[in-house]
């Protein structure tokens, strides 16, 4: 139990998630840029944010995943990255990734 100079209590965070640690600010904005980004389709109309969440196969998910993971592999390998790409690479990968769990967790 924590107790605060006000006398408010609250739990331990000992055994929870500390979000803050795990994740970094800059590669979420970098991942929510490619995101907005991919908000717009190639016949230029718009898909809502959430629409990955109605359901994309796993199969579908592990394709681009793998097709992302070797372009990402073949610029390092060249040393060819330049930011904008590393950016574009790394976060389809995250993407794919996301969708793959998120997935697999629903339909568990």
């Known amino acids: 139990m924590r107790t605060f100079d006000t006398g408010a209590t609250r739990d331990d965070v000992d055994n929870k ?17 490619y995101m907005l980004k991919h908000q717009t389709m190639s016949d230029g109309s718009v898909r809502a944010p959430d629409n990955w969440k109605r359901g994309i196969d796993r199969a579908a998910y592990m394709d681009s995943l793998l097709r992302h993971v070797i372009d990402l592999w073949d610029a390092f390998e060249h040393e060819e990255l330049e930011l904008a790409q590393t950016e574009e690479l790394c976060s389809a990968i995250l993407f794919n990734a996301q969708g793959f769990l998120y997935e697999t967790i629903r339909n568990r």
Do not use: Q
């Not at 998630?17 to 840029?33: F, H, M, T």
């Open 17 to 33: 998630p500390r979000y803050a640690g795990y994740l970094s600010p800059e590669v979420l904005k970098a991942y929510g840029r």
